[in-house]
């Protein structure tokens, strides 16, 4: 099993470009989340998605959107990037049963000039 | 909504001394806290975790202990050694979502 993965692990964007943040995972897991990591503040919830075909804001939501696109994959899109969007963006995700661990992705380090 | 305060920041001691970091949370209907470690530059990994009914909880050096009545939870790392130095994390869970303090760096100097 790998995991959670995520892609790419590095990017750099100018602002108002756009991208879309991949994360997959192989555990069968329900939940998904998207957090964001900035230095001082922990790890940010962004959106997240509790079961296939559904999604919810989390803290951050404003200026990303999410889609669910299947059990498996869960991705975050950044339509017209800015530099308060530099970050380091983790994915994680969870099964739907009594444990309550969140798996954590390596992360993608996004900047944004 | 849930607020998570983590103390202190930064946290240094001796190779061998004990450290212990504290958390407060406002929603008295959290029922989950679990502890993330993150080395540099790698993902947090669940250490350890403790539900609203047990008080405390512990793993061979680290060790949780919940107070619900004051809502603060703190996470006790006995015979510290240099690889535990990392990011430390807390977090309260409502619902579905976890909500994160904002780290502990803890050096362990030998």
């Known amino acids: 099993n790998a995991g959670v993965t995520q892609t790419p692990k590095f990017q750099v964007l100018k602002t108002g470009q756009s991208m879309t943040l991949q994360c997959a995972q192989d555990?069968?897991?329900?939940?998904m989340y998207w957090y964001r990591q900035d230095p001082g503040m922990g790890l940010r919830l962004i959106y997240y998605?509790?079961?296939?075909?559904?999604?919810d804001k989390g803290e951050v939501p404003n200026g990303y959107n999410v889609s669910r696109l299947n059990k498996r994959e869960f991705s975050l899109r950044l339509e017209s990037a800015a530099p308060s969007q530099t970050s380091v963006y983790f994915c994680?995700?969870?099964?739907?049963?009594?444990?309550?661990?969140?798996?954590f992705g390596p992360g993608t380090r996004l900047t944004v000039l | 909504g849930e607020n998570v305060e983590q103390h202190p920041s930064t946290l240094s001691v001796q190779e061998g001394d004990s450290a212990v970091i504290k958390c407060t949370y406002s929603?008295?209907?959290?029922?989950?806290f679990p502890w993330y470690k993150q080395e540099l530059g790698k993902r947090p990994q669940l250490i350890i975790d403790?539900?609203?009914?047990?008080g405390e909880k512990k793993d061979q050096r680290i060790a949780v202990t919940l107070n619900k009545t004051a809502k603060h939870f703190s996470l006790h790392i006995t015979e510290t050694q240099p690889e535990d130095s990392a990011v430390y994390f807390c977090?309260?869970?409502?619902?579905?979502?976890?909500?994160f303090g904002t780290g502990t760096r803890l050096q362990v100097f030998p």
């Open positions: 994680a995700s969870k099964a739907q049963t009594s444990t309550d661990t969140q798996y």
């Open positions: 555990m069968n897991h329900n939940s």
């Open positions: 998605s509790a079961s296939e075909g559904t999604t």
């Open positions: 929603d008295s209907a959290s029922n989950y």
């Open positions: 403790i539900r609203s009914n047990v």
């Open positions: 977090a309260a869970r409502k619902t579905d979502k976890l909500i």
